[in-house]
T-cell receptor, first 112, second 109 residues
Framework: DAGITQSPRHKVTETGTPVTLRCHQT?????MYWYRQDPGHGLRLIHY???????DKGEVSDGYSVSRSKTEDFLLTLESATSSQTSVYFC???????????FGPGTRLLVL | TQLLEQSPQFLSIQEGENLTVYCNSS?????LQWYRQEPGEGPVLLVT?????EVKKLKRLTFQFGDARKDSSLHITAAQPGDTGLYLC?????????FGAGTTVTVRA
């Protein structure tokens, strides 16, 4: 296993509330990614990070923000959750110089 | 709009049969990856193909990368129930992945 964990694993929240998902790695890799997975869409990149405090947007970044204050942690925040953000969220890490990504176990988020 | 189109979306076959999954794009990628995902888990890399025309084999799985590096296929010979899962292709560009929607494969015993 790549040493990547996500918390929480499951969350139910209400529309309009803020939600933060955490991705933690023990590999000290520079690249970290957040994806969402929805039926019929595969995985879509939300945000990614290429180092501490260095982040950039993916293809579906609206409504999401990220922060990376330490190499090992990459946080995804939904400032005001909407029902359209109900999804399964995956974090991934990538070793230096490699294009392979190793995925965490996912967080299942339900926004009511 | 999906950059990578996978077909078919669903595939159900009997144990011992062969199957092929296709991944097509109008974009050129530096490489293409195939992942397999089990329910409740994250995707796990099966293979990366880099060179146009490349063929890689992983036991009963054969992966091909098109000459123009825009499309790929995954062929499973003599499928087994353990091959059941969601198969995802992903195009790689600048260390970012663009995924297809996936093909759900069910192999019946």
């Amino acid at each position: 296993d790549a040493g990547i964990t996500q918390s929480p694993r499951h969350k139910v929240t209400e529309t309009g509330t803020p939600v933060t998902l955490r991705c933690h790695q023990t590999e000290n890799h520079r690249y970290m990614y957040w994806y969402r997975q929805d039926p019929g869409h595969g995985l879509r990149l939300i945000h990614y990070s290429y180092g501490v405090k260095d982040t950039d947007k993916g293809e579906v970044s609206d409504g999401y923000s990220v922060s990376r204050s330490k190499t090992e942690d990459f946080l995804l925040t939904l400032e005001s959750a909407t029902s359209s953000q109900t999804s399964v969220y995956f974090c991934a890490i990538s070793p230096p110089g490699e294009e392979t990504q190793y995925f965490g176990p996912g967080t299942r988020l339900l926004v009511l | 709009t999906q950059l990578l189109e996978q077909s078919p979306q669903f595939l159900s076959i009997q144990e011992g049969e062969n199957l092929t999954v296709y991944c097509n794009s109008s974009s050129v990628f530096s490489s293409l990856q195939w992942y397999r995902q089990e329910p409740g888990e994250g995707p796990v890399l099966l293979v990366t193909v880099v060179t146009g025309g490349e063929v890689k084999k992983l036991k009963r799985l054969t992966f091909q990368f098109g000459d123009a590096r825009k499309d790929s296929s995954l062929h499973i010979t003599a499928a087994q129930p353990g091959d059941t899962g969601l198969y995802l292709c992903a195009g790689v560009l600048d260390y970012k992945l663009s995924f297809g929607a996936g093909t759900t494969v069910t192999v019946r015993a």
